[in-house]
């Protein structure tokens, strides 16, 4: 039985990345303009947390009457209030618009709806967020994205050379931004803890790039006269193995996460299994096929022949794959 | 590579076990572990309120009202000064951030610049050239207020919470001014947020006698007095009231407040202290026959009439209260008055119902998730993935016991970060198998192809998992509450699965290697 796995992957495959790299690069294209024009046009559906507001849930004694509940507290003045059952016929979601007066006026809205609603409800949850906090939340939120994007590359930068840093940080962008643009058109919330799978997946999606990378630059090493197109394939072709198996049991975590983790964790499973799905993309299809585009240093033209490099280094070479470049 | 020194070995066997010790406590409940001998630990990790329930209040200090007091105060101050120094002015008040006043003598600028130092010297005064002058307090006096302020609102929101009884109330300063309240266990917190909500400056002030209410209402206020509002409207009772600026008493002078009844209605007892109580005795002394107004954050709560002096510190405040607004006053007054209005900015509330939910939910989440992960490296490495799976359990009491041992608190996002990072660890075993499996193809030999996976794949890992580690920090940097618990989780499954992935499943194969003396690699 522990002879050998269940299941063996023997054969490096050999695909053609490079040559579908133009398809790669339109498909992305498309997918970054659509989801810029869709968070122009569309906005996202944002949470409380970020928009402001009130949602309260509530398990009131008897099923509840929306329609009765409705009545009652839109004669309260508080502005729109939408109900939602969720869950048992006993539990109302509701929600109230952020109220015009400052953060002081929240709260007051909050005892009036309470106390509407009388003494028999149980609150199962409270959420109330003031126009300060929301527009705080929104800027700490932009800051801390733009920041890891800025700190990836940085990191790369300073790991490899600055053209793969550049490299990641686009294909990191990409994922990003069209994450973004998936929540704008399927109009899933956006709250605090899916800007925390965004920043998990600007994490995440360079890992792939990182190892796709590392691979890039060993093997730019090791056979110095290469033609650059069948280097990158070859190296894509190499770490395909090991990216299919941890984005695999990186997404077994996740689907977990969507079909048991209830109802608040909906949005961040949502951005995650995206991110998963469009980061190894990006790696395979945008950033290294990018290198062909923008060359580190030891590419020399397109069939590598301007490269006067003495024999490849045999494996094993006492020079360890992480060391920089000697190149000036 | 493939030799491992004993006190290594034992480094590594002494932090699973460790791991797995400082775990356990976390499986049982508090009951159970509460009846283990006293040797074994019991320290369980702390659930964030999304998940035991309870609420979560973010106040802020209104300093602003702060700063209008004090121009108003400075106001008043010059107005004195320059009356008692029979300077001719023009234009004083308060505008914008700074109080302004035009002098008739402009030559006197040098007295009066003197003069507005000797009335506090953090004072900026400056000239305009059409002769205005402006003050304001510097911006260091600015802040020392501001820090003063929030110490010690925080120190009577404190008392306050205290009074209610609630137990194991976090109550701390975030940012420059604001407070963070946390108060595990309250489902609706109403009525806590009534109680914070109010300022409770009380104050005793004569009635004006000769002036009516109507005239006052219509703007001709007496010079020293002022108009407040009767805190409810009551039949029989004016609903405003003209009283002398002038404060008797105030209630920082009281030693003690008790509800109680009097003629069966409920009223609150209260006992000054000794210079509280000498002066409240000569301002009745001298005031019999008249009416004094009890004033509550500027409304008049009750005006009784003084029928004899009230020589003992002590009297009772009548005043159409039930049962909970007379404890809710007296508590008020016990623990002081806030030196600035406080606001709510932000509530987050979870009842017990949705915490528990959110636990069984998380719990289950993470144990499908990480039971597919084993399963999964199983099937596609054999016996090595069964190596990687004993590491992940390890890296999993790991994570657990550094989570509890730092008292982190643990969120729902922080347990979707758990599950997130088993699925994550296992990619450094993957990236060493992976490599394994290429030097083997390339024809080297057993051990070779063992240490050079190891070898070559620890920068890659290194490298991938800074890159997490660096968006970890970012949101816990940036992130507020159940952000910041996933940001702990995260980050720490990262730095764990360093140490299991690659020292833990190191250990295992090369102890399998020395045992079973293999042929070939099983994978």
């Given amino acids: ?328 | 590579m493939l030799y491992f020194q004993t006190w290594k070995v034992a480094l590594i066997l002494a932090v699973c076990a460790l791991g797995v010790v400082f775990t356990l406590p976390n499986v049982f409940s508090s009951q159970t572990v509460a009846s283990w001998p006293g040797f074994l630990p019991k320290h369980q990790v702390s659930l964030g309120l999304d998940l035991r329930g309870g609420s979560y209040l973010l106040l802020e200090v209104d300093m602003a009202s702060v700063e209008r007091d004090r121009l108003s105060n400075l106001v008043d101050e010059l107005r004195t000064t320059l009356v008692a120094r029979r300077i001719g002015y023009t234009h004083l008040g308060v505008s914008g951030d700074h109080a302004e006043v035009k002098l008739l003598d402009s030559s006197k600028y040098g007295e009066v610049h003197d003069a507005i130092l000797k009335i506090d010297p953090n004072l900026q005064i400056a000239s305009q050239s059409d002769g205005t002058i402006t003050v304001k307090p510097t911006t260091d006096a600015v802040q020392n207020r501001e820090r003063q302020t929030v110490d010690q609102s925080i120190e009577i929101v404190r008392r306050r919470i205290d009074e209610t009884g609630t137990r194991e109330a976090t109550i701390q300063r975030e940012g420059d001014r604001r407070i963070l309240v946390e108060l595990p266990g309250i489902s609706n917190p109403e009525h806590v947020k009534a109680l914070l909500g109010k300022t409770a400056r009380l104050t005793f002030q004569m009635v004006e006698a000769n002036a009516s209410v109507e005239d006052a209402l219509h703007g001709h206020i007496p010079p020293g007095d002022e108009l407040l509002p009767a805190s409810e409207s009551r039949p029989g009772l004016p609903s405003n009231y003209v009283v002398h600026r002038r404060i008797l008493v105030s209630g920082d002078m009281l030693t003690d407040a008790q509800p109680t009844f009097q003629e069966n209605e409920p009223v609150v007892s209260f006992k000054f202290d000794s210079v509280g109580a000498r002066r409240f005795g000569e301002a009745t002394k001298v005031n019999v026959g008249k009416l004094f107004a009890i004033v509550l954050d500027n409304k008049v709560i009750s005006a009784p009439v003084i029928r004899e002096p009230i020589l003992g510190g002590q009297g009772v405040i009548e005043g159409n209260f039930t049962v909970q607004s007379a404890n809710d006053l007296a508590l008020l007054l016990r623990a002081g008055a806030l030196p600035a209005p406080l606001t709510v900015i932000e509530e987050r509330t979870v009842g017990p119902e949705l915490g528990a939910d959110s636990i069984r939910e998380g719990t289950t989440a993470s144990i499908v998730g990480i039971a597919l992960v084993v399963v999964f490296m199983f099937v596609f490495y054999g016996l090595f993935g069964l190596f990687a799976d004993v590491a992940l359990f390890f890296n999993l009491c790991i994570m657990m016991a550094a989570l509890t041992l730092l008292d982190a608190t643990l969120t729902l996002p922080g347990i979707a970060g758990i599950a997130l990072t088993m699925g994550m660890a296992v990619d450094a075993n993957v990236l060493i198998y992976e490599r394994i499996r290429e030097e083997v193809r390339a024809g080297r030999s057993l051990i070779s192809s063992l240490q050079a996976g190891f070898e070559r794949a620890f920068g890659t890992i290194l490298d991938s998992h800074v890159t997490t580690l660096v968006a970890g920090a970012l949101m816990f940097w940036l992130g507020s509450g159940p952000v910041k618990g996933f940001a702990v989780t995260l980050s720490l499954g990262v730095l764990t699965s360093l140490f299991s992935a690659i020292l833990v499943t190191r250990l295992l194969i090369v102890t399998w290697l020395r045992r079973f003396k293999p042929k070939v690699i099983p994978i």
Avoid: C
Wanted: net charge positive; charged share 15%; hydrophobic share 45%.
């Fill in chain 1, 1 to 328: 039985m522990f002879r050998r796995p269940l299941i063996v992957i023997r054969r490096i495959p050999n695909i053609d990345f490079m040559g579908l790299r133009r398809f790669g690069f339109a498909l992305s294209a498309l997918m970054t303009i659509g989801s810029i024009v869709l968070f122009a046009v569309n906005g996202l559906n944002y949470g409380i947390d970020f928009s402001g507001g009130i949602v309260i849930e509530a398990r009131t004694p008897q099923p509840a009457n929306l329609g009765a509940m409705r009545t009652e507290l839109d004669g309260l003045g508080v502005g729109q209030v939408q109900l939602q059952g969720f869950g048992s016929p006993n539990d109302v979601m509701i929600r109230v618009q952020r109220q015009t007066g400052g953060d002081a006026a929240q709260e007051q809205a909050v005892t009036k709806v309470k106390q509407a609603l009388g003494p028999g409800v149980t609150y199962l949850s409270t959420n109330v967020v003031g126009p300060t906090i929301g527009a705080e939340l929104i800027r700490a939120g932009t800051i801390a994205t733009i920041l890891a994007l800025i700190a990836i590359a940085i990191y790369v930068w300073f790991r490899f050379e600055w053209q793969f840093g550049i490299g990641a940080m686009l294909s990191t962008l990409h994922d990003t931004v069209t994450t973004i643009g998936l929540f704008s058109l399927l109009r899933v919330e956006f709250n605090l803890t899916t800007l925390a799978a965004i920043l998990t997946i600007a994490g995440y999606s360079i890992n792939d790039t990182v190892v796709i990378y590392d691979r890039v630059r060993e093997t730019m090493r090791r056979y110095k006269t290469m033609d650059f197109t069948t280097l990158i394939n070859k190296s894509l072709n190499e770490t395909l193995s090991r990216t299919i198996l941890t984005v695999s049991t990186t997404a077994l975590a996740v689907l977990s996460l969507f079909f048991f983790g209830g109802q608040v964790l909906h949005g961040f499973s949502i951005a995650m299994l995206w991110g998963i799905v469009v980061g190894t993309y990006s790696s395979l299809f945008i950033a290294a096929p990018m290198l062909y585009y923008i060359r580190p240093k030891g590419v020399h033209g397109r069939g590598g022949e301007a490269a006067p490099a003495p024999a490849a280094s045999p494996a094993g070479a006492p020079e360890s794959p992480r060391a920089k470049t000697g190149a000036p």
